[in-house]
């Protein structure tokens, strides 16, 4: 304690300034970091005090799986996906394509005022029956990757005729792979395969150039997403954390995950507030 004392007084005056912003700065954005209410009843998140920050130089990219009243961290719940649809939409928010989102960041092209890329991994069939009537209703389209040879096997995957039908209503379908392996845990030969036959079936089943990948199991490496530009996709997803910005690497493409959770539209409104306030700080994306 003493020698902490000593420390202190033998700071100088500008020293001890600095010291203060920095206090001052942590405390500031520890508070705005929990702008989304102490409330912690799930039913009314008290939408009309919280103010979402814009940052024009970042896109969010949601990633759901299923849309299915479950208690599993993988299934939204069909009422909390309707409140999320419902925010986006009173936000003004708009949805766009992964093909915007590469013409954004590789092409410096503008973007709406309020982009979202809502995305959903593996291609359940819930995409369907569940989730795209609610993203019809707000006036949503998404991205669906889908894991190809489980489309039209498994009973609880979309089959064929279904994502077609969200594709010609504005759903992008992309890859998600052939048979849904962790790429840390294949061969460069089985990753290859992988990546070719998920083209072909997309474009054989829907005539689709599928051009976006989201790796499975969220796993990659920069060896692996140039076996990715080497197949010939412009770009993948990962399940990093954070914002798109034109500093983001288009083969490790970032991304907001939404898990179902105790408090699943709490941690909504804080997921989609947070990143936007890391940039209003100043702090460095890494
Ligand atoms: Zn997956």
């Keep these: ?163 077609r039908e969200l594709s010609d209503n504005g759903f992008s379908i992309e890859s998600h792979t052939h048979s849904h392996k962790s790429m840390t845990e294949a061969s460069d030969e089985e990753i290859s395969r992988e990546l070719t036959r998920s083209r072909e079936k997309i474009k054989e089943k829907l005539g689709l150039e599928a051009d976006f990948i989201a790796y499975p199991t969220g796993t990659y490496n920069l060896h692996i997403a140039d076996l990715v530009r080497q197949a010939g996709y412009k770009g993948a997803f990962t399940i990093k954390y954070d914002n798109v910005s034109r500093e983001s690497n288009v083969y490790a493409l970032e991304r907001v995950p939404v898990f179902h959770t105790e408090k699943t539209n709490k941690d909504f409104l804080e997921r989609i507030q947070y990143l936007p306030l890391v940039y209003k700080y100043g702090w460095v994306k890494n």
Excluded at 102 to 125: C, H, M, N, R, S
Aim: hydrophobic share 40%; charged share 20%; aromatic share 12%.
């Design 1 to 163: 304690m003493e020698i902490l004392k000593e420390k202190f007084q033998k700071l100088s005056g500008r020293q001890f300034i600095y010291l203060l912003i920095v206090v001052i700065v942590v405390l500031a954005a520890a508070a705005a970091a929990r702008l989304g209410g102490e409330d912690s009843s799930e039913a009314a998140p008290v939408m009309s005090c919280v103010t979402i920050e814009d940052d024009p130089r970042t896109v969010m990219v949601l990633n759901y799986h299923k849309i299915a009243n479950e208690h599993k961290s993988l299934s939204v719940t069909l009422p909390d996906f309707e409140q999320h649809m419902k925010w986006l939409q009173e936000y003004g928010y708009t949805s766009i394509t992964p093909e915007e989102l590469y013409a954004f960041v590789v092409g410096g092209a503008a973007l709406p005022e309020k982009p979202v890329l809502i995305t959903f991994d593996d291609g359940y069939k819930d995409n369907y029956t569940n989730a795209y009537p609610i993203m019809k209703k707000y006036g949503f389209k998404g991205t669906i990757f889908v894991v190809t040879g489980f489309l039209g096997v498994y009973d609880n995957y979309l089959t064929w005729d279904q994502a």
